[in-house]
């Protein structure tokens, strides 16, 4: 076996291995990517639900509103669609 033959079979398993790590590291992060965004949803629903406890949205008749209006100037209106 010649040094060229070892520097190709050399190169050529640095490729290998520098192709499988970049495969495995994006698999990794496409799912952390995805806990991430289902966490972030189960944690705007639990906001909304909180919401709702502490303003007793469910108390709303007819087509009263409640208003809220955060320290950021976000409003956020909720209406009551009982009849």
């Known amino acids: 076996m010649s040094v060229s033959e ?4 050399g190169i050529g398993g640095v490729g290998y291995v520098y192709i499988v790590a ?8 496409t799912f952390f ?5 289902l966490r972030r949803e189960k944690r705007g629903q639990k906001a909304v639900n909180e ?8 108390k709303l008749s ?3 509103s409640l ?3 955060t320290r950021a100037g976000m409003t956020i209106t909720m209406r009551s ?3």
Not at 22 to 29: E, G, L, M
Not at 33 to 37: E, P
């Open 81 to 83: 669609n009982k009849d």
């Open 62 to 64: 007819g087509d009263e």
């Open 22 to 29: 970049k495969a495995f590291d994006w698999f990794v992060c």
């Open 33 to 37: 990517k995805s806990l991430i965004k």
């Open 51 to 58: 919401i709702l406890e502490v303003y007793g949205v469910e």
């Open 6 to 9: 070892m520097m190709t079979i």
């Open 67 to 69: 208003t809220i209006t």
